[in-house]
């Protein structure tokens, strides 16, 4: 608390006016921002107990003090927990969605067990090298590769090692693609996880109320890079020890102006000694593909389909079935699928796990519990996709996924 006072002889009550200084901001703040948990009246006073039992205790520091006046007074005690939620809860205006753990996108896509080891040892390598070469890491392929799956595994290896600093799934088919929230979104995540920054960040927002008005840039500075620059010369250990960020989808974030700058941000912040290291993830559209080799000092990897990515998705297919067999036909033994049925359907997917998971679902839908029947249909369809009506296996690829197979996979074209 800062508080800065000149003394006269005029008496006050002393509790209003620091009620008054103290709660200012967070007035303001919460006036202007409807659906809020504090309701402001026609008067313009807050109606809130939660304040009310804060500002009372507030008043207590000079108890029994008289015979003087504060004016040109500031005053900001955020070291209530309460009052901090209150602030923080206002900042995410509806992103939690694109967090690791969001209900929203559960279950989430995430690798299934070993597969994409290389490449979330990888990860891991790079993650806890103390004398890596960059700060940033691209993992780029094409559609249905198995982008987000590798994040979300990733994530939820460093979140279980107490070293996951936020992250943002975009999505534009299920509207998580605005390019500023992002920055609120990263911070909210920041503080509810680390105490020392969440005092920060609230002050910051209580001296200025505007902060989450401002261009996504400005907000990287006040609310994320100059707090964490403050704890690292405090020696705070938040700010001494990596925390991973995870952009996953990048292309789907909207405008292309808006893609390019935050790969710019990310650039700028990792020139100074600040804790974060970044995972981005993304399809390899040309204009990201310019700025990562052009603009941005980072490592790259490409998930291609090879050999061993076959194998992931056919082991992936093969554990379904087997999952399938037992949990829906009571069956124990290899019997099912025939041997050449499996082929064709290892053929389909053709290494895209995302082909993968999707034709499982088909199958192994427990609202129908009859797999034979839904693997004789699926075939069915994809022989004949072209000349006869029946529901479509593939629907849900048709928002996001059938525009860019439809050039490897001439009888998706239909979907």
């Given amino acids: 608390m800062h508080?800065?006072?000149?003394?006269?002889?005029?008496?006050?009550?002393?509790?209003q006016t620091v009620m008054f200084f103290h709660l200012t901001?967070?007035?303001?703040?919460?006036?202007?921002r409807p659906g809020s948990d504090i309701v402001t009246s026609a008067g313009g006073s807050v109606e809130s107990s939660q304040l009310e039992r804060h500002s009372q205790s507030t008043?207590?520091?000079l108890n029994n003090a008289h015979n003087f006046s504060i004016s040109h007074s500031s005053m900001h005690d955020f070291s209530n927990t309460q009052i901090q939620?209150?602030?923080l809860q206002t900042i995410m205006n509806g992103d939690a969605n694109a967090?690791?753990?969001?209900?929203?996108?559960?279950?989430p896509p995430r690798c299934h067990e070993g597969t994409r080891e290389k490449v979330v040892e990888k990860l891991k390598t790079?993650?806890?090298?103390?004398v890596r070469q960059s700060k940033a890491i691209w993992l780029y392929g094409p559609a249905g590769t198995g982008k987000s799956a590798v994040a979300q595994t990733f994530a939820e290896y460093c979140e279980a090692e107490n070293c996951l600093g936020a992250t943002f799934f975009f999505s534009r088919p299920n509207h998580r693609d605005r390019y500023e929230t992002i920055i609120p979104t990263i911070a909210y995540q920041l503080a509810i996880t680390f105490p020392s920054y969440q005092t920060m960040l609230s002050n910051v927002i209580a001296a200025d109320t505007t902060v989450l008005d401002k261009a996504p840039r400005v907000q990287l500075k006040k609310l994320i890079v100059e707090p964490f620059s403050d704890l690292y010369v405090q020696n705070n250990l938040v700010a001494r020890r990596p925390l991973l960020v995870v952009l996953d989808g990048l292309d789907e974030c909207y405008g292309l102006k808006g893609q390019l700058e935050l790969v710019e941000m990310i650039e700028e912040v990792n020139k100074l000694p600040l804790p974060f290291l970044w995972l981005v993830c993304s399809r390899p559209e040309p204009h990201l593909?310019?700025?990562?080799?052009?603009?941005?000092?980072?490592?790259?990897?490409?998930?291609?389909?090879?050999?061993?990515?076959?194998?992931?998705?056919?082991?992936?297919?093969?554990?379904?079935?087997?999952?399938?067999?037992?949990?829906l036909l009571?069956?124990?033994?290899?019997s099912w699928p025939p041997p050449e049925l499996f082929s064709k359907v290892v053929d389909i997917t053709d290494g895209l796990f995302i082909l993968g998971t999707t034709i499982i679902g088909y199958i192994g839908n427990s609202a129908y519990a009859n797999p034979k029947q839904r693997l004789t249909d699926f075939l069915a369809f994809m022989e004949h996709a072209n000349r006869i009506a029946t529901d479509n296996p593939l629907i849900q690829l048709s928002t996001s996924y059938t525009p860019g197979f439809s050039w490897m996979y001439p009888s998706l074209r239909c979907l």
């Fill in 3 to 15: 508080v800065s006072t000149e003394i006269s002889t005029a008496p006050c009550k002393l509790s």
């Fill in 25 to 32: 901001n967070v007035r303001r703040y919460f006036r202007r």
């Fill in 59 to 61: 008043s207590e520091l």
């Fill in 85 to 87: 939620q209150l602030v």
């Fill in 99 to 107: 967090t690791v753990n969001s209900s929203a996108r559960y279950p």
């Fill in 126 to 130: 790079w993650f806890h090298d103390p």
């Fill in 289 to 327: 593909v310019y700025i990562f080799s052009r603009a941005i000092e980072c490592d790259r990897h490409q998930l291609l389909i090879d050999a061993d990515t076959r194998q992931d998705v056919e082991k992936y297919l093969r554990d379904g079935f087997k999952t399938m067999q037992i949990e």
């Fill in 330 to 334: 009571g069956m124990d033994d290899d």
